[in-house]
Nanobody
Framework: QVQLVESGGGLVQAGGSLRLSCVAS????????MGWYRQAPGKQREVVAT???????DYADSVKGRFTISRDNAKNSVYLQMNSLKPEDTAVYYC????????????WGQGNQVTVSS
């Protein structure tokens, strides 16, 4: 059974920082492109950042220079360091494989709420 457990979210003031963690199980993590995604109320889920098994990264324009994605294959974990947070970053954040994002398979965890106050 695939499991994705996100943690580290919370309430933070604009300009603050948070670090999200995701522990994955139930699939071959080391070979998977992983990503962080977010969904704000009334909006579609969007890609925030992705990272390949070798550590190559890509970011949405809205978070470039502020967010950093990383992974530890030995721990089946993905991380998202979020700095200089803005109110528009408020959303539920999810981790998942990029394959799932590209597919129509509705396999997502509970996500982790990030709320940034003005």
């Amino acid at each position: 059974q695939v499991q994705l457990v996100e943690s580290g979210g919370g309430l933070v003031q604009a300009g603050g920082s948070l670090r999200l963690s995701c522990v994955a199980s139930g699939f071959t993590f080391s070979g998977a492109i992983m990503g962080w995604y977010r969904q704000a109320p009334g909006k579609q889920r969007e890609v925030v950042a992705t990272i390949t098994s070798g550590g190559s990264t890509d970011y949405a324009d809205s978070v470039k220079g502020r967010f950093t994605i990383s992974r530890d294959n030995a721990k089946n974990s993905v991380y998202l360091q979020m700095n200089s947070l803005k109110p528009e970053d408020t959303a539920v954040y999810y981790c998942n494989s990029y394959t799932i994002w590209l597919s129509m398979i509705n396999r997502w965890g509970q996500g982790n709420q990030v709320t940034v106050s003005s």
